[in-house]
């Protein structure tokens, strides 16, 4: 189990990016600079919506819409390394009317380098306030499974 979040608690299966780690990703001392983890973790997320069928810049033209991260708990629990290949899960743990909750593991194979929670929620794009999500959003996200 997790220490960030409960994995099994999710809405819908894991979803699984994948990519490989280049030196740009990477500190003085070889190994990934945390900040780049968070670039994965994103990269995951916005790879997730696409495969509901929708894009960041699709929501903010069609429905004046965004997600911005406002909170995160991340474990760093192994270092990643040039040439790596690593997977990256997206899994909502919780749909609110106007934030999500996910639960993001990364792995390089079997290792488990990173976990972490992160609380996105919904604003206008034009004025930067919360909103709800969109109903039928909402209802791609909860046909993934049913809400525990």
Excluded: N
């Excluded at 810049?57 to 390394?81: H, K, N, S, T, Y």
Aim: aromatic content about 8%; some cysteine.
């Amino acid at each position: 189990m997790s220490r960030v979040a409960d994995r099994g608690a999710g809405i819908g299966p894991s979803f699984m990016h994948s990519c490989r780690v280049y030196w740009e990703d990477t500190d003085a001392g070889g190994v990934v600079y945390h900040a780049s983890y968070i670039r994965f973790l994103e990269r995951a997320r916005s790879e997730w919506l696409r495969s509901l069928g929708v894009g960041q810049q699709d929501l903010r033209e069609r429905e004046d819409m965004l997600f911005a991260v406002c909170g995160m708990q991340i474990d760093f629990l192994a270092p990643a390394r040039l040439d790596d290949v690593l997977s990256v899960s997206v899994q909502v743990t919780r749909a609110r009317l106007a934030s999500l909750m996910f639960a993001q593991q990364i792995r390089c194979g079997e290792r488990v380098l990173v976990e972490a929670s992160v609380r996105a929620a919904c604003l206008t794009a034009s004025l930067f306030r919360p909103r709800p999500l969109p109903a039928w959003l909402w209802q791609r996200i909860h046909s993934l499974d049913k809400v525990k």
